[in-house]
């Protein structure tokens, strides 16, 4: 079993459900993929596993990228961030990363 290093468990910050946001970055191009959430729990299995697991905040439960699409998230890489409320993750993505099936979830409306 992987234990999270107290100390950076210490700098964690988690929202009033007990989430952090995460950040998901492909590990090759470097392209932001889509965003996410995880408890401390999820955290942990994603650490044993090296397959990104997050919380569904509309399900109410875990789910690990590409269960049921195929299209999943080899974890090579969590960081924290320097005041400690988000994650970055760098995976290697197989298939699209959104939902929808896209490369990644910021593909559709640019604001500026």
């Not at 999270?4 to 009033?16: E, G, I, M, S, V």
């Not at 509309?58 to 974890?75: C, D, M, P």
Request: hydrophobic letters at 40%; a negative charge.
């Amino acid at each position: 079993m992987t234990t999270l290093d107290p100390a950076l468990l210490d700098r964690l910050t988690l929202n009033d459900a007990g989430l952090v946001p995460v950040v998901v970055q492909d590990v090759e191009s470097r392209a932001v993929l889509m965003l996410a959430w995880m408890n401390i729990e999820a955290l942990q299995r994603t650490l044993e596993t090296r397959k990104a697991t997050y919380w569904s905040r509309s399900r109410q439960e875990f789910w690990v990228k590409g269960e049921t699409s195929g299209n999943t998230q080899a974890v090579r890489e969590v960081r924290l961030d320097c005041d400690g409320d988000t994650l970055l993750m760098l995976v290697e993505q197989t298939g699209g990363a959104c939902h929808t099936g896209a490369a990644t979830c910021f593909d559709a409306d640019r604001l500026a």
